[in-house]
């Protein structure tokens, strides 16, 4: 398995770099990347995550880069929003409560294998994020933001998904 590449910007050129070794890199050919950096058509973006303010300031940055998000505030929510098969990624927080985001990357992944998914975390009091983001890899999931990032971040993540993610 490759390593997860954080993605790291310099003008318009997007540079892999490694972290976080366990997760693999996975191409959707539903998603073609422009060479600047978006995919050239809306992305409807599931967004799983207990925080309404992360979730609010998800859609602002999704909506700003001109995707369409979907947001679910716990795990169930989140699994039926990918199950409508109109989701075309999935980010997905680690640490919620009742059934955590490791559920719901085991879930999405085995029930919607076609979505790639990412998942977030800055970590807690028992995990790490470092930790959380092995775990997510060895469940499905084809990268890892740690908590807090930016757009640039979140844009970067979005764009290598989109466009080199191989079928599951």
Not at 34 to 48: D, M, Y
Request: proline share 6%; glycine share 8%.
């Amino acid at each position: 398995m490759r390593p997860l590449m954080a993605i790291s910007t310099t003008a318009d050129v997007v540079a892999p770099t490694p972290c976080y070794s366990a997760l693999g890199q996975r191409r959707n050919d539903r998603l073609r990347g422009a060479s600047s950096g978006w995919t050239s058509r809306v992305s409807k973006i599931l967004v799983i995550d207990d925080d309404g303010t992360v979730r609010a300031v998800l859609a602002a940055l999704l909506g700003k880069f001109g995707h369409d998000a979907v947001l679910a505030s716990n795990t169930i929510d989140g699994i039926t929003a990918a199950e409508s098969g109109s989701i075309d990624v999935a980010l997905i927080d680690m640490n919620m409560p009742g059934l955590d985001g490791l559920e719901a990357v085991k879930t999405i992944a085995r029930l919607e294998p076609r979505i790639p998914i990412v998942g977030m975390s800055a970590g807690s009091a028992t995990t790490s994020a470092d930790d959380y983001a092995v775990l997510a890899a060895k469940l499905g999931a084809d990268r890892f933001l740690p908590k807090p990032f930016d757009g640039t971040a979140l844009q970067g993540v979005i764009t290598a998904i989109s466009t080199s993610r191989p079928p599951r």
